[in-house]
């Protein structure tokens, strides 16, 4: 890298938000807050879904500000603004300090300081427990640091009623179990970019066989967690239909990855559960919101 070949653009600084991340955060945020009972004034609803998706932008910043040189050796990241040296590290750290100090300042200022202190918390978990401690010395790096992107449907929940109850957990308790399977299974088809970047990912340290099981596992695990919501009277018919359906999905592809013992299968079986994943979580939250709305129009 040059000095003085830094040409960001703002996309550039869109990038470091990591907006596709955003998205999940913000959907996920946005759930919370329409599921809790209530309900919040329109306008100030939208600010705290601002400063959730804001605050997720902080994070994310934070993170690759930090992990700028092994971003660098990763061919997935290899083109992010930093190591591509079109920003410079220092304008993204400052840029996730500010971002992130004004969100949890008018989340706690437009709704509550519980939501504010959640918010603050997911920042720093997400920024400092997991990037700056977790990511490099921890195989279990995606197991804890999980709970960072399992906050904002808490966060969402708590910025209406000012509490945490045991719906808003079981909304992160979903998102949370999540997270094991769908990084691990990214981590199975792309073991040597992070063996180059010498991050400790579960493939790379306990081998393929070990990452199936826990998938697996998880995968079963992640699916129960699905079912609470159904079981406890929280949602009703529509959503578990979907949970079950959905559910009996992942746990196929987890199963048949569990199976799989070639490598260019298992990088394929990897992928397929990765990006089912993907469109599982969204599911699986679209449901809780069909399932609401049904029930506030009598439908059921």
């Not at 993170?63 to 040296?85: E, K, Q």
């Not at 009623?161 to 399977?181: A, D, K, R």
């Not at 987890?254 to 199976?259: M, V």
């Not at 013992?261 to 990897?270: D, Q």
């Amino acid at each position: 890298m040059r000095a003085g070949a830094y040409e960001a653009r703002v996309e550039d600084y869109v990038a470091l938000l990591k907006p596709r991340v955003m998205s999940l955060v913000v959907f996920t945020a946005f759930v919370g807050l329409l599921l809790a009972p209530g309900g919040i004034n329109p306008f100030v609803g939208a600010v705290a879904i601002l400063c959730i998706a804001i605050g997720a932008g902080a994070s994310g910043a934070l993170n690759m500000w930090y992990d700028s040189d092994i971003d660098a050796v990763m061919s997935r990241t290899a083109n992010r603004p930093i190591p591509a040296g079109r920003i410079e590290r220092d304008h993204a750290l400052v840029l996730g300090l500010v971002l992130s100090s004004f969100s949890v300042c008018l989340l706690g200022l437009a709704t509550n300081w519980l939501a504010a202190g959640l918010l603050a918390f997911t920042v720093f978990f997400y920024a400092v427990v997991y990037t700056v401690w977790l990511k490099r010395s921890t195989p279990q790096n995606i197991v804890i640091g999980g709970a960072a992107g399992a906050f904002p449907p808490m966060i969402g929940w708590a910025a209406v009623t000012g509490t945490i109850s045991l719906e808003s957990v079981v909304l992160f308790l979903i998102i949370f179990l999540w997270t094991p399977p769908h990084f691990w299974a990214l981590a199975l088809y792309k073991q040597s970019d992070y063996g180059a970047a010498n991050i400790p990912m579960l493939p790379n340290v306990a081998g393929e066989r070990v990452t199936k099981i826990q998938i697996f596992v998880y995968s079963l695990l992640l699916v129960g967690s699905t079912l609470i919501p159904g079981l406890t009277g929280f949602m009703g018919t529509v959503y578990s239909v979907v949970a079950i359906a959905s559910g009996a999905g992942f746990i196929w592809l987890a199963w048949a990855l569990l199976r799989t013992s070639e490598t260019v299968a298992m990088k394929k079986a990897g992928r397929a559960l990765f990006t089912y994943s993907l469109s599982y979580l969204a599911l699986i939250f679209l449901a809780l919101l069909a399932d609401h709305a049904v029930r506030l129009l009598g439908w059921l």
